[in-house]
């Protein structure tokens, strides 16, 4: 990639960071050999806000994800999302309150048996 690639995240400043995902779309844009007007294209935006974007210079999370979309990279935000976990003593807790075993029926429930003519 360039330079930015190998700055330290957590002491970037926004700027860093923003200036890091135009080099991102830019680096993949051409790994694809793709140029700024058939990417911009495939996304739906305008040439100018991908060489904004690719600058750092206008970023939008829109277009980071329309970029994203066209580079056929957008798996790449499944990071974000949420995914529910139980802890082994929630679900120890699930399987010991399932049933095993029919119940009995209550005395109110059960239906009147037909009397017998013998």
Same mark, same amino acid.
């Given at each position: ?7 330290? &995240?957590?002491?970037?400043?926004? /700027?860093?960071? &923003? ?5 991102? #779309? ?10 700024? *007007?058939?990417? *911009? ?7 100018? /806000?991908?060489? $904004? ?9 829109? #277009?980071?994800?329309?970029? $994203?979309? *066209?580079?056929?990279? $957008? ?6 999302? &949420? #995914? ?15 049933? /095993?075993? *029919? ?16």
């Amino acid at each position: 990639m360039t330079e930015i690639s190998y700055i330290n &995240i957590q002491a970037a400043s926004d /700027t860093a960071l &923003i200036r890091t995902l135009g080099a991102f #779309v830019k680096h993949h844009r051409v790994l694809q050999n793709k140029s700024q *007007a058939q990417l *911009a294209k495939e996304a739906g935006i305008v040439r100018s /806000t991908l060489s $904004l974007f690719e600058n750092g210079e206008n970023t939008s999370i829109l #277009v980071f994800i329309q970029l $994203l979309r *066209a580079l056929k990279l $957008l798996n790449m935000l499944q990071q974000f999302e &949420i #995914v529910h976990e139980l802890s082994p003593l929630q679900l120890a807790k699930l399987e010991q309150s399932k049933k /095993t075993r *029919a119940g009995r029926i209550k005395s109110e429930d059960r239906k009147p048996e037909p009397k017998s003519d013998w």
